[in-house]
């Protein structure tokens, strides 16, 4: 079996959790408000902006026997770049205060799901990002097209509301493919284990801050 079909399979339950969270079905219903998706868009922020820095820990620790993988992580970083200031202008466009809700603390599920692939790349691989790169890009393909136009329909908000969720969706095919490709070139063993190890983590870790939406958002 190709190593992206052991990595999802080795993930499925975990994947399972964060799919089944309450705001996630609700969104896809159309059942949210805006200081949920405000609340979202946030804790979105504060995980995206860790991005470009995760991406550059990741290839500088990376060996150099393992340049073609350093080689995907520059495209990864053109690619990714500026990305958490589209979501202060989806902030902005839905009446939010960007500025404000930058300065803030994020969840703390958020800020471990971030610390843990910090010390991922650390102490266990350096390729232990794209675990979390496999839950986030995965997840939004499945999801980000269809609950934007669930969620705008709601709201009321302009397409201008929706850029962080519409790049991340159904026009991600590629990206995703790419991944997929990538993670089939990986063979060293303690890659592949730090990869599954931290897609499990981030999985569980990314269903918790969802089911913390509605308190985020005010609504308990």
Not at 48 to 61: A, Y
Not at 110 to 133: K, N, R
Request: glycine letters at 6%.
């Amino acid at each position: 079996m190709m190593f992206f079909n052991q990595l999802c399979e080795q993930t499925a339950t975990e994947q399972a959790y964060l799919l089944s969270a309450p705001a996630i079905q609700q969104a896809l219903q159309g059942e949210i408000t805006l200081p949920r998706y405000q609340a979202f868009l946030t804790q979105a922020y504060h995980h995206v902006k860790h991005t470009i820095p995760l991406l550059m820990r990741c290839g500088s620790h990376l060996a150099f026997s393992e340049e073609w993988l350093r080689k995907a992580i520059v495209e990864y970083i053109n690619e990714e770049y500026g990305h958490e200031r589209w979501i202060l202008n989806d902030i902005k466009a839905s009446g939010g205060n960007a500025e404000m809700m930058a300065a803030g603390v994020p969840h703390s599920s958020t800020q471990a799901m971030v610390s843990l692939v910090y010390d991922a790349i650390e102490s266990e691989h350096p390729a232990a990002f794209f675990g979390m790169a496999h839950v986030l890009e995965g997840t939004s393909v499945q999801l980000a097209t269809k609950a934007a136009g669930a969620i705008q329909s709601k709201l009321k908000l302009p397409k201008s509301a929706f850029s962080y969720l519409l790049s991340h969706g159904d026009l991600d095919q590629d990206h995703v493919q790419f991944f997929e490709k990538l993670m089939n070139q990986v063979t060293d063993v303690s890659a592949q284990r730090a990869i599954v190890q931290t897609a499990r983590h981030v999985y569980r870790l990314y269903g918790d801050m969802f089911r913390a939406l509605p308190e985020l958002a005010g609504e308990q």
